[in-house]
């Protein structure tokens, strides 16, 4: 059943903030202050009931005008958002002034500006792009972090192929496919992803990094020592040749090999 948090602002007012509006992560506790923003009201029985979100992408537009004075300040314009509340979002800016880096300045000196609404929303990947009326630079920047090697466009299908470099295809998928999900809804287009040597479709797969939230970096980066830079790369080694090539310990390699499988059954 779903837990929805019943909140009060200043005023006495009652919210009622839904746990399908609740970011994944999010953990209410009582007394503690809530920052949301107001998705809808509804009557009932002839009262009005307030309802918040803090997946809706006008909640990250909200923090981001607080945190970027340009941004509320009229001189840098937010084009387009799109999330997977907890996990990644993707957002388009333009400057309406030419002195002005709209990318530098979302994120700011050393991430200054972009690390706080990060911790608010939960360790959520925020990935900060420079907008474009041309679609072929519009696919390769919603793409990030990937590097792409070449692509064809289909308008009327509104479809695009994208070529990639064998180790940048698992970038631009994703984990759990999120990156590609999102580029595809920041782009309008359908995007299919190739290997660049052959064109032929690819097996999906995840970049290792992908899983630092539950595998330490520390261990990643030991199977990268071994040229294991994906998860299929690991799952393709038995336990014991894992075991024999890197230095960590047997049951670190069965938590990251059951991790790693548990993914792959999602699919």
Not at 73 to 90: Q, S, T
Not at 153 to 182: C, E, M, T, W, Y
Not at 225 to 242: K, Q
Request: charged letters at 35%.
């Amino acid at each position: 059943m779903e837990k929805e948090a019943l909140l009060m602002d200043e005023e006495g007012n009652e919210l009622v903030l839904p746990r399908s509006e609740q970011i994944p992560q999010d953990f209410m506790k009582k007394g503690e202050p809530v920052r949301a923003v107001v998705k809808k009201v509804e009557l009932k029985n002839n009262s009005p009931v307030i309802i918040l979100s803090r997946t809706h992408p006008s909640f990250l537009a909200q923090l981001l005008e607080i945190e970027v004075p340009e941004i509320a300040d009229g001189l840098i314009n937010i084009k387009k958002i799109v999330r997977e509340p907890g996990e990644r979002a993707k957002v388009a800016v333009e400057s309406l002034d030419d002195r002005i880096d709209p990318v530098g300045a979302c994120v700011g000196m050393k991430g200054s500006r972009i690390h706080g609404i990060v911790r608010e929303l939960k360790n959520e990947n925020i990935d900060v792009i420079n907008w474009t009326n041309n679609i072929n630079l519009l696919v390769q920047r919603a793409l990030t972090p990937a590097k792409i090697s070449s692509m064809k466009i289909d308008l009327d299908r509104k479809h695009a192929d994208v070529f990639l470099p064998a180790d940048q295809v698992s970038l631009a998928i994703g984990k759990r496919g999120v990156n590609i999900k999102l580029a595809c809804e920041l782009t309008g287009l359908d995007i299919d992803v190739f290997r660049d040597n052959e064109g032929e479709d690819v097996e999906f797969d995840i970049d290792l990094e992908e899983f630092s939230d539950e595998i330490d970096m520390w261990v990643i980066d030991e199977f990268k020592r071994i040229g294991c830079d994906t998860a299929r790369a690991v799952l393709n080694l038995s336990a014991e040749e894992l075991e024999r090539r890197t230095d960590l310990e047997k049951e670190t390699i069965e938590d990251v090999l059951r991790i790693l499988k548990e993914e792959f059954e999602r699919e």
